[in-house]
């Protein structure tokens, strides 16, 4: 402790917020501690105007960054072979402020129509009141890729392994045609997870995560990272790329392209910027139970994957069963793509229909099977230790219209599956038993 802040030197208030703690004192935990604090003591005024102006890189202010939440860069970037990384939130605030920092003033943005519904919803809606139209286009039909870049466009988006109905992207693709166009390409690898892909090695130039999802693993805490790979050069073009290769006023000016170059000038303007001002700022206990849950993020991966599945190949053989969409199964349109970029493993998010028209009987029938599941449990969520289903046309692509989700691949009859860690045996059985009362 502080001389100044020993017993009887000072008064007990002072003691009662001082005793006991001098700021930067190494304590060599073998574990990343949660450093739960809002801000920073500053070595002095000139330390702390020169971590303001971003000449010193250091612990600012929590919401910008905390020592754990560094941790968490550092360790997804790693994962995903990616140079730096931006931890916020939520998975939405990944995908939200980087888009926002790629797009900046009168960008525009071609997604995929195979998308998280409300990744859609971010898009289609908050991006328009922002004035940054988004087309959205079968992500699997090459020319339409094409054909929707415009001038304008600063960015393509897709997810690795789509949610929920678990299409494969064709990375390398759709990556060749953004750089034909001088744009990067930014993948949601929230589902494939870095241990299954890692988009950066085919050509994708920003990988974003819901880490609330995988990388957690546990299902208690919200966040998102957004890495760059570090290979897109915006100094290329520096005129399609004012925000980085231009003057940055409120830092008197300077070049953030300059100062930092390429892997890192991204980071520096989603955490000075956007992070910043919107504040999608992730505590540092959430920071912490993520990094808890990464340590055994492959060993996860691998018994999930597995089971997801032994439950598809069950399910694709179940009478009351239409279809099941799991790219793992030889009939899979997307088998091919799973082999090419999945080869330890498809992600254990898929999904299957009931058998039966879609009509006004419809949702009586889907809720009549969820809601007689035992061990399988109803929950807005993937990528947990417990197994999960949810019905995307009422839920989570509930905001979209019947021909987007037509688009991608969602009917009446849909239920989405997210294999956890159970027996799989169990997991079978539950389904079994609950589709029989069709």
Request: net charge negative.
């Amino acid at each position: 402790m502080t001389a100044s802040a020993e017993p009887g030197s000072t008064a007990f208030a002072t003691r009662q917020i001082q005793a006991g703690y001098v700021p930067g004192t190494p304590q060599n935990s073998a574990v990343p501690p949660i450093y739960q604090t809002a801000a920073y003591q500053f070595a002095s005024l000139a330390d702390a105007a020169d971590l303001f102006a971003l000449r010193q890189a250091g612990n600012l202010y929590s919401r910008n960054a905390s020592p754990t939440q560094q941790v968490l860069e550092e360790r997804v970037a790693a994962l995903e072979g990616g140079v730096s990384a931006v931890a916020v939130a939520s998975g939405q605030a990944a995908v939200a402020v980087t888009l926002l920092a790629l797009a900046g003033r009168g960008g525009h943005i071609v997604a995929a129509n195979q998308l998280y519904g409300g990744t859609v919803d971010l898009l289609q809606d908050t991006f328009d009141d922002f004035g940054i139209p988004v087309t959205f286009v079968d992500q699997d039909d090459a020319d339409a890729w094409r054909t929707a870049i415009r001038p304008e466009t600063r960015a393509l988006f897709a997810e690795s392994v789509a949610n929920p109905i678990a299409q494969v992207l064709d990375i390398r693709l759709v990556a060749d045609i953004a750089h034909s166009a001088g744009v990067p390409l930014v993948i949601d690898n929230t589902v494939g997870t870095p241990f299954l892909v890692r988009p950066g090695e085919h050509g994708a130039d920003f990988v974003v995560h819901s880490a609330t999802k995988f990388l957690s693993g546990h299902g208690t805490s919200l966040g998102g990272v957004a890495v760059d790979q570090g290979t897109f050069d915006f100094g290329a073009e520096p005129e399609r790329w004012p925000q980085f290769t231009g003057p940055y006023p409120r830092f008197g000016d300077l070049v953030l392209w300059e100062r930092f170059g390429i892997g890192f000038a991204f980071a520096a303007l989603v955490k000075s910027k956007y992070v910043h001002d919107l504040g999608p700022s992730l505590s540092p206990f959430n920071a912490w139970q993520i990094l808890q849950g990464i340590e055994t993020l492959d060993l996860r991966v691998s018994r999930q994957s597995a089971s997801a599945l032994a439950v598809a190949e069950h399910l694709a053989q179940h009478p009351r069963v239409a279809a099941v969409h799991h790219p793992g199964l030889a009939g899979n349109p997307w088998h091919g793509l799973a082999g090419r970029y999945l080869p330890r493993g498809v992600p254990s998010v898929f999904s299957f229909d009931l058998t039966g028209p879609e009509d006004a009987g419809t949702q009586e029938r889907v809720a009549q099977v969820i809601d007689s599941l035992n061990v399988i449990r109803l929950v807005a969520n993937i990528g947990d230790a417990r197994s999960m289903v949810a019905h995307p046309a009422s839920m989570t692509h509930s905001h979209l219209s019947p021909a987007q989700r037509a688009a991608a691949g969602i009917s009446l009859n849909t239920i989405r599956f997210s294999a956890g860690l159970e027996d799989p045996a169990d997991l079978i059985a539950d389904l079994d038993q609950a589709l029989a009362r069709l």
